[in-house]
């Protein structure tokens, strides 16, 4: 793939952060969420790209665009497999709280697990943890190598974990020996990534979330040399039939950095919507214009950028069309 794309990427999830980010607060989760999905769509007809989504807004039946299998791009070499999250965070945006982006990878074609839209149980980690972690063990063996890897007591680690009921023992686990917590309503890309940036202050994430989402910031941490080790949690039977159709015969592998994303070119790029630790989110500006916060990493080139951008919005047609309906 042609290291242009990466630029290419990032004005696909500046447009849909920015159509997206009207809705912050607006209490309208499916609006915000159609806004984003629009936009991103519209970009990436633009792209000269010959992609096939394999993760995105689910399957053909169930999504009106960007669903599994969609075409996107003018058709050109080269061909690119891609996964997208227009909003990680509708709830986030529709309440006006932190933490939402705009998000895409892509890759080689056959580069990213086929996951399928189900429960997934994560660990992710910076660099400087890679290799040492092991999702298998006891939550407080992982704190401590964590935390020792990185030069700190576990006192000083921070853990990002989704508010949920299900994780109520890892967060006990964490709290006997002292870890700082920071409990997410949802949205667990942006942490997952912003373990691996320095200066964010997030050590590591643990818990289960989406599998989707668990590929998209594989892909992120595999350009920051970080490390997710997870392993799908199918609920029941149907669930267990929908990843044998993606190709995944044992559910219960724990699935390592090369299961989520192989080989090793690989772009990912995301735009805050709302403010967040890794990105801040779409400031308006007035008279037309706004402000967005986009990261874009490579993973073959190790290449982090983070692009601040003014956008007038009487010169993106697309943007002035899609706010003229709100």
């Known amino acids: 793939m042609e290291r242009e794309l990466a630029l290419e990427f990032a004005r696909v999830t500046e447009a849909a952060a920015l159509a997206s980010a009207r809705w912050m607060g607006r209490g ?3 609006a915000a969420d159609d806004a984003a999905t629009t936009a ?3 970009v990436f007809d633009t792209l000269h790209i010959d992609g096939t ?3 995105g807004e689910g399957e053909m039946d169930e999504a009106p665009m960007l669903y599994i299998g969609e075409k996107l791009g003018t058709g050109q070499a080269p061909e690119v497999d891609v996964a997208v999250d ?3 965070g509708t709830n986030i945006v529709a309440k006006g709280m932190n933490g939402a982006i705009a998000v895409i990878a892509a890759g080689e074609r056959g580069c990213l697990l086929h996951a399928p839209d189900m429960y997934m149980e994560k660990i992710a980690v910076g660099p400087k943890a890679a290799g040492k972690i092991d999702i298998t063990a006891p939550v407080v063996d992982n704190l401590r190598i964590t935390a020792e890897a990185n030069k700190k007591s576990i006192n000083d680690l921070t853990v990002v974990i989704l508010d949920r009921p299900r994780h109520e023992e890892i967060i006990q686990a964490c709290r006997s020996v002292g870890a700082r917590i920071k409990l997410i309503t949802d949205g667990d890309v942006s942490p997952a990534v912003a373990a691996a940036l320095p200066g964010t202050g997030v050590d590591m994430v643990m818990g289960i979330g989406g599998a989707p989402e668990g590929v998209l910031a594989a892909a992120a941490l595999k350009c920051l040399g970080g490390e997710m080790q997870a392993k799908l949690k199918p609920e029941d039977d ?6 044998k159709k993606l190709g995944i015969t044992d559910v219960n592998k724990v699935l390592l950095m090369d299961d989520l994303v192989k080989g090793g070119d690989v772009f990912f790029a995301a735009t805050g919507i709302t ?3 890794m990105l801040r989110g779409v400031q308006y500006r007035g008279k037309g214009s706004a402000t967005t916060h986009t990261v874009v990493m490579r993973a073959k080139t190790g290449t982090i950028r ?3 951008a003014i956008h007038t919005f009487d010169k993106k047609p697309y943007l002035n ?3 003229s309906q709100k």
């Open 28 to 30: 309208d989760k499916i």
């Open 40 to 42: 991103m769509r519209t």
């Open 53 to 55: 989504v394999v993760i």
């Open 86 to 88: 227009p909003l990680e």
């Open 238 to 243: 149907e669930d267990i039939e929908r990843c």
């Open 275 to 277: 403010d967040g630790d």
């Open 306 to 308: 983070f692009i601040e």
């Open 321 to 323: 069309q899609l706010f």
